[in-house]
């Protein structure tokens, strides 16, 4: 006979596996979820990513942050950088809304990417890597990465490593970064639920 003592560790141990493949489920099967001007094809995202320089850094991983805050975008964050921190511009290269400053969901490019200059996220790896931060503190209890946030992350990753040659395996959080000291993108981001669906829109956005 099981004891309740046996039965709850393993329904929690159950719980934790099923939830990344519920996560993937609703991402990607059930886009009415998703608002329509939140679903992108390969060449919205071509656009999306145009720069002014006259070609591309060689870009060789992709470092996902969180803002650490409730609200914000990428004016917010670019404001803050330059005059709390002195920096030239916002660190990040891209800043996904949460609906609340900016759209659910909404891609920002910034001036960084615009200009493919290296960026100022991620000690020790800013010239190698691409900064994408969702708005949001996802290391708060009960606060994640709303589904659009999500998908719009997933479009936006599969389109770059596509197109840089970026293996999956680049694809990392802040906090897993080698020496790196930080929550960051906090422990409510659901990285095991991500890189299904990352792989999965990779499927789909190689020509056919």
Known sequence: MFSRRNVIPALLALL???????????????PDRVPPDRTRAPEDLKQLCRTVACQWHPWEEIVIHHSGTDSGNLAIIDRYHRERRHWESAGYHFVIGNGTASGDGEIEVGPRWLNQQV??????????????????????????????????????????????????????????????????????????????????LRDDYRPR
């Not at 596996?17 to 996560?23: D, E, K, Q, T, W």
């Not at 990753?157 to 680049?170: C, D, H, M, Q, S």
């Not at 659901?190 to 990352?198: A, S």
């Open 16 to 30: 934790l596996i099923a939830l990344p493949l519920v996560v993937l489920f609703v991402l990607v099967f059930w």
């Open 119 to 200: 960026g100022s996220h991620c000690r020790g790896r800013n010239d190698k890597a691409i900064g994408i931060c969702l708005i949001g503190n996802f290391e708060k209890s009960g606060q994640r990465p709303t589904l659009t946030q999500m998908l719009s992350l997933a479009q936006l990753t599969a389109y770059l490593t596509l197109r840089l040659g970026i293996p999956v395996e680049k694809v990392r959080g802040h906090r897993d970064m080698p020496g790196a000291v930080t929550l960051c993108p906090g422990k409510n981001f659901p990285m095991n639920g991500f890189i299904p669906l990352l792989e999965a």
